[in-house]
């Protein structure tokens, strides 16, 4: 337990991505000073490249005040199907609820693809027991067949258990008391019931989230575990804190309750990041583009305020219905593996050649073409300060297997397949981009572009460049921003209940009292943190529809109190902002009615991320030299620079590159850069 204000003292932010594990440490014992690290994941315990983060900053960890975590345990968990073996109880008549779905498809065309239940059938029993969409009790819990189908379970060697009642979330006195009957006789603490997690009424989205939940519980119970001790015998007796997929945190020591919260927990840290970044340098409205070794996660911020989504889908089938950073992620990664399919196409991604063995120009044993190696031959990299290189490989290496695996048959040289697989990639992560602005009502030309990760400062001059978006902003440690939002992100919880009544019929001393109700229980879980918040902020909101249809519109609320006529209102004004559609003459229906309490912690002073001392007089001596680099088909003498050492009223016109320990950032012909007062790069594009 922290007795003190941690965020006071040493704090530092970890981010472990899917080829490096990204560390930022604030030095309070030295008026701020930053301390970053990068260390390659270490995929097989994430919990040892976390410790060598640390230890690489020169910092002992016994002196560190506060570790802030995001990992990506359980996102991969999922994503990859590496689940612990779980068993379900449900309403006799419905253990396939599950697996019926919504009736979609995992294509759009055609028959193809497959579907896996997060829960095997075999291991999803019914009980009789029937509760009414009112509360009421049709048929009552048999007891005895709770026990049985527990011991089943047991016996089948489950480790987790979800225990998911039709209408628990009208009346969860079922689903609590089976619940504590199973608990008098599961070994472990991992059981799951529906309605404690998502209080919604739609059983498909309930019971999936649920599953979720549960089947990767033991998972990042272990993987807590592991860290802890790790932490504890290097001197860290302190509670640590982990990132939630909502963007806020939670204490290491309530995590696994509500495991599935963590899921996207890596993005969310990194959007938050930009959020802070963004507004403090006067950007209320940017799309977020984080490029790593494994994909691209875009996301869209308006007001300085991420969107957050409780309708996020990780995959096909796979809805986690609990808030989250609405993140939309796509293939394509500086690890992304190029090929030539059948059709004798160039394809970039999803297939990566993450941490092991990696690109080919880390020397690790990788043999396939990636977009890092396409940077690697078109100039963008420098192959002397790459990071984490084992046995180097020559650039003219590089580049006659770029010539041998895509350019023969596409009928290119190794410098023109390099330059095709890195216009592919552009145009998959501008389509992405693409579906979080234009596909959502958006104009990206009303927003800056907000670039990080390893890879995203080489690719975002060209992207801004595709979707005609004005500016770019590349914060000082764009490699590790997702430490950073580690560092500044807030604590964090959601509530959601269901109401499902016509707003015209609507009791508003209920709705009321239900939106105080969860601001009470978020005040409660937030003083049962170690770390303690400045201040506490309410934001309510309501998911609301018209009357007959299916599709659900999330509705800023102004305050905890509004009238039957201000939520029509407020819902019709949104429906037209959405699909520039007014239907005065239908009734709305009130579904759901939604509460975040977020606890804002105190700021942090950016200015410091680079050394100010070691900034030169002189663009002059800021530059390290020249060398071509190829730009839209051609090559270019483009002079480098040392980011950290440029003098912040520096006006440098592209072509550029500019080189720092944790990225690299390329600036196009005719883009202009500047820089503000926390030393972020604005990039005025064809300025």
């Avoid at 067949?145 to 089943?152: G, L, N, S, W, Y």
Wanted: charged share 20%; proline share 5%.
């Amino acid at each position: 337990m922290i007795e003190k204000d941690a965020t006071a003292g040493t704090v530092a932010g970890i981010d472990v991505g899917g080829t490096f594990t990204d560390l930022l440490l604030i030095d309070g014992a030295e008026d701020g000073r930053v301390r970053i690290a990068k260390v390659p994941t270490t995929v097989e315990n994430q919990a040892f490249g976390v410790v060598a983060a640390l230890e690489a900053t020169g910092k002992a960890i016994s002196e560190i005040d506060l570790i802030v975590h995001g990992t990506t345990t359980t996102t991969n968990a999922v994503l990859e199907r590496r689940l612990a073996r779980t068993g379900m109880i449900t309403t006799a008549g419905f253990r396939d609820v599950i697996e019926l779905g919504r009736r979609t498809r995992p294509q759009p065309y055609g028959m193809t693809g497959v579907f896996v239940p997060v829960i095997p059938r075999d291991l999803r029993l019914e009980v009789p027991e029937r509760m009414e969409a009112s509360g009421s009790v049709r048929i009552p819990l048999d007891e005895q067949a709770v026990r049985k189908a527990v011991q089943h379970l047991l016996d089948a060697g489950c480790e987790s258990l979800v225990i998911h009642f039709l209408h628990a979330y009208a009346n969860p006195a079922h689903e609590l008391r089976a619940a504590e009957i199973a608990r008098s006789m599961w070994p472990n603490e991992h059981v799951t019931t529906g309605h404690s997690l998502l209080s919604e009424a739609r059983e498909f989205e309930r019971g999936v989230t649920a599953a979720v939940n549960a089947s990767v519980q033991p998972i990042l119970k272990r993987y807590i575990g592991r860290l802890a001790d790790e932490l504890n015998a290097r001197g860290y007796a302190r509670d640590f804190l982990v990132m939630n997929g909502n963007g806020g945190m939670i204490s290491a020591r309530f995590v696994t309750e509500e495991a599935a919260k963590t899921v996207m927990s890596g993005p969310a840290s990194g959007v938050m990041a930009a959020a802070y970044t963004a507004r403090r340098a006067g950007f209320p409205h940017v799309v977020t583009y984080d490029m790593g070794g494994t994909s691209t996660d875009v996301a869209l911020i308006r007001n300085a305020r991420p969107a957050v989504s409780n309708e996020i889908e990780i995959e096909y089938a796979m809805p986690i219905h609990v808030p989250m950073v609405d993140v939309h992620t796509v293939g394509a990664g500086g690890g992304s593996i190029a090929r030539i399919d059948d059709a004798g196409l160039i394809r970039v991604g999803p297939e990566s050649a993450g941490a092991t063995p990696g690109p080919i120009c880390y020397g690790r044993g990788g043999t396939e073409p990636t977009v890092s190696d396409a940077n690697l031959v078109l100039g963008r990299l420098n192959p002397n300060r790459l990071l984490a290189v084992e046995n180097p490989v020559s650039v003219e290496a590089v580049t006659d297997i770029f010539a041998e695996r895509i350019g023969r048959r596409a009928g290119l040289d190794g410098v023109g397949a390099a330059g095709a697989v890195l216009k592919l990639g552009n145009l998959k992560m501008a389509g992405a981009i693409r579906m979080v602005s234009v596909a959502k009502g958006h104009d990206p030309r009303d927003f800056a572009l907000f670039a990080f990760g390893g890879a995203g400062p080489l690719h975002a001059a060209a992207l801004a460049r595709e979707l005609s978006i004005p500016k770019v902003i590349v914060p000082a440690r764009p490699g590790i921003t997702n430490a950073l939002g580690c560092v500044v992100a807030d604590m964090r919880h959601d509530f959601v209940r269901t109401v499902n009544v016509p707003v015209a019929e609507i009791d508003e001393a209920e709705l009321a009292a239900i939106l105080a109700a969860q601001a009470d229980e978020g005040r409660t879980l937030i003083a049962k943190e170690a770390v303690k918040p400045q201040t506490l902020r309410f934001v309510h909101s309501a998911d609301m529809q018209f009357v007959g249809q299916t599709h659900l519109i999330n509705v800023a609320l102004p305050s905890a109190t509004v009238s039957a006529a201000e939520l029509q209102s407020l819902f019709e004004a949104a429906y037209f902002a959405r699909f520039k559609v007014s239907l005065p003459e239908i009734r709305a229906n009130l579904v759901n009615l939604n509460t975040s309490v977020i606890g804002e912690r105190r700021e942090i002073d950016l200015s410091l991320l680079i050394d100010p001392a070691g900034r030169t007089a002189t663009l002059t001596e800021a530059q390290t030299g020249t060398r071509p680099v190829w730009f839209d088909g051609s090559w270019i003498e483009t002079p480098v620079y040392a980011r950290e050492k440029l003098p912040l009223d520096a006006t440098i016109t592209g072509p550029a590159i500019l080189e720092q320990l944790d990225a690299t950032t390329v600036v196009e012909p005719g883009d202009r850069v500047t820089q503000d007062a926390d030393g972020n790069l604005i990039i005025e594009v064809g300025a």
